[in-house]
């Protein structure tokens, strides 16, 4: 006999078996909007705000140089903008259009907090390879000009594209129309996500909580916020599955859904090629899971089986035809990562420290404390989740059940093999990308348990309490695990340090040099001045000569290929000579002893290029010195 408890709740459709009608989450009443239009949503958005401008402070904190009141603002200002959103979004009386409202201004309001980290320029590498690939399309006229600072940017060019069109139409700055289209995808983002869940489960509830959720995925904050291709990319991979999503139930065969779908997959393939592959894998997954639900005798929706592989056919004709590339970009770091996880697995390499390197410059041990008990609680969370959907649920034996549910779950699973990559030197970074993908699934699974088995069994303060506590330390734990402290707020500098590197005088030697002797001149330097000067200069940045920095005189060797690869101008950056290198290289990856540094640079391996007649020194800020090279004068 089955006990009395089960039978009780069997009473109660389950929340898969749901998946696919009218999301019960739209069915906030009339009457409800008519007695209060806009909720709490504007209290939230000026609590938002105000946290905001304290984030501010903490950054014109970090300028100044007071780095722990800095620090303690960020995390004040940013804990401001999320947990009273979420705590809100988890309450059982708050409408769909507060939940919807609160989840796009907490989005939109953590993109501005990596906007306002640099508001004037912009501050990771990737952007400045990105805006030269927007500033060579103004220029020429022309798509896939070569890009010195990148192989892939100018053969993904769906991003600089669009900022192209927008500097066309208003005469914006590359940065300017760059933050707007980002911030655009932000909003597409976080609206998509939103609608897909809500569709999935049918409770706005679950797909705000699904949400916040993901918004503790590590690159959240900073990396696809950023200036990158994938951080407009993945808001249409999102957008894609959702309109995939409303296909699938579209018994009139909605041409305007299908044109619009097939336009946002196109936009996804030639925009970044990690997204459209994820696309394309969960597009088809979703239409074998719908053939085998059948096959078993069950009722199922149909799969994306014409998209899945129209995504498909496009991202291979895109490899192969338009961006061949990819394959020298991709196939050595997944070859080197495969064979690191053998030999850490076998023993033949040491497992990855984690936040190891500068005491000055590692989390603090809060920090790095909850960065462990946040992957120990998503992890138990997650697993728990998946229990719970297995044996309660059961989406793949009721009727109507959609397949797309039970992709989430299998892929959800991926997450603990992604999280034992962190531990892997060379896989880590895969780990790292691959976090804004996961999430998607993760959220949503955790947000079906959190929601049904918590927040609805009773209206107990401290449940939601508990609820907001936890998702603010998944946020929390999200932001630690994506990015160093030294590099979330602004401060003095620091060599190879992105956000901490860019400073007004490489800018003013990058200008100074392009003013005077124009563009396309073969050059190199330092990680961050190669960087600048290669976008906002214009210049041709070369690489593999990292190794001339290193040698101790300029002799016939180091002529020779200055001469081959007509290298015209080398830039000497003293601050080499002062400090380690933040990323564990001075140059590039491949130069003598890299990320095995354990002293700077010698004075006497720069000063090589001094009181030389085949080196003219034209520009001498103190700290930076741009040296001419003439091949045809003596040594």
């Given amino acids: 006999m089955r006990p009395a408890g089960r039978v009780a709740r069997a009473t109660a459709p389950p929340l898969a078996a749901r998946a696919g009608t009218i999301p019960r989450g739209i069915a906030a009443t009339e009457a409800q909007l008519a007695e209060r239009p806009w909720g709490l949503l504007p209290a939230l958005l000026v609590i938002a705000v105000l946290g905001l401008l304290v984030t501010v402070t903490g950054f014109n904190a970090g300028r100044l140089g007071q780095d722990g009141l800095a620090r303690f603002l960020f995390w004040i200002g940013v804990i401001a903008i999320f947990a009273p959103a979420a705590a809100h979004a988890a309450m059982a009386g708050t409408t769909r259009f507060e939940r919807l409202g609160g989840v796009v ?6 993109y501005l907090v990596k906007v306002l980290n640099s508001p004037v320029a912009f501050a990771f590498g990737d952007e400045h390879t990105h805006w030269r690939t927007a500033a060579d399309i103004l220029a020429s006229g022309h798509l896939f000009t070569p890009n010195p600072l990148s192989l892939t ?17 208003t005469g914006l700055p590359i940065q300017v ?3 707007i289209v980002v911030g655009a995808g932000r909003v597409i983002l976080m609206i998509s996500m939103f609608l897909l869940v809500e569709r999935l489960s049918a409770s706005s509830r679950v797909a705000a909580v699904a ?9 959240f904050m900073f990396f696809t916020a950023q200036y990158a291709y994938e951080s407009l990319a993945l808001p249409l991979a999102v957008l894609a599955i959702y309109l995939a999503a409303i296909r699938t139930r579209d018994a009139n065969k909605s041409r305007a859904i299908d044109i619009a779908l097939l336009l946002t997959v196109l936009a996804v393939v030639i925009t970044h090629h990690l997204t459209a592959y994820a696309l394309a894998a969960l597009l088809a997954i979703w239409s074998g899971l719908t053939v085998l639900m059948k096959r078993r005798g069950e009722v199922a929706l149909p799969g994306p089986f014409l998209m899945a592989g129209v995504t498909a056919v496009a991202a291979l004709a895109w490899l192969v035809i338009g961006a061949p590339v990819t394959f020298q970009y991709l196939v050595p770091l997944v070859i080197a990562a495969i064979r690191q996880a053998i030999d850490v697995i076998t023993g033949l390499a040491p497992v990855r420290p984690l936040f190891a390197g500068d005491p000055a410059l590692v989390s603090p041990t809060w920090e790095r404390l909850i960065a462990f008990v946040d992957v120990a ?4 969370l997650l697993a728990w989740s998946l229990i719970w959907i297995a044996r309660r649920v059961r989406p793949w034996d009721r009727q109507r059940a959609n397949a797309l549910v039970v992709t989430f779950a299998l892929t959800s699973l991926l997450q603990f093999p992604a999280l034992a990559l962190r531990l892997v030197p060379r896989s880590s970074e895969i780990s790292n990308r691959s976090s804004e993908f996961l999430f998607l699934p993760v959220g949503f699974i955790l947000a079906l348990a959190i929601t049904e088995l918590w927040l609805r069994r009773t209206h107990r303060e401290i449940r939601r309490f508990v609820f907001t506590a936890t998702a603010t330390l998944v946020f929390m734990g999200g932001v630690i695990i994506g990015l160093s402290p030294w590099a979330r707020i602004p401060g003095p500098y620091l060599v190879t340090g992105d956000t901490r590197a860019i400073q007004p005088e490489s800018v003013a030697a990058t200008n100074w040099l392009r003013s005077e002797f124009g563009t396309n001149h073969g050059l190199i330097a330092d990680q961050t001045n190669a960087i600048l000067m290669g976008s906002y200069g214009g210049e041709e940045t070369i690489h593999g000569l990292s ?3 290193f040698t101790a005189e300029i002799g016939a060797e180091v002529r020779r290929d200055l001469t081959t690869n007509r290298v015209r101008f080398i830039v000497v950056d003293w601050r080499m000579t002062k400090m380690l290198p933040v990323v564990g290289y001075y140059y590039e990856n491949r130069e003598p002893f890299a990320r095995r540094h354990t002293e700077p640079i010698q004075p006497s391996q720069l000063e090589k290029f001094e009181g030389r007649s085949d080196m003219i020194r034209l520009f001498d800020s103190g700290n930076i010195v741009i040296y001419e090279f003439n091949p045809a004068a003596p040594g």
Avoid at 211 to 219: A, K, T
Avoid at 377 to 380: D, K, L
Wanted: hydrophobic content about 55%.
């Fill in 547 to 549: 190794w001339i920095y």
């Fill in 105 to 110: 201004v907490v989005g939109v309001c953590l």
């Fill in 377 to 380: 609680v998503i992890s138990a």
């Fill in 153 to 169: 940017s100018p053969v993904f060019p769906g991003l600089q594209i669009v900022t192209a069109a927008i500097v066309d139409l």
């Fill in 177 to 179: 129309a760059g933050l």
């Fill in 211 to 219: 949400s916040f959720l993901y918004m503790g995925n590590p690159n």
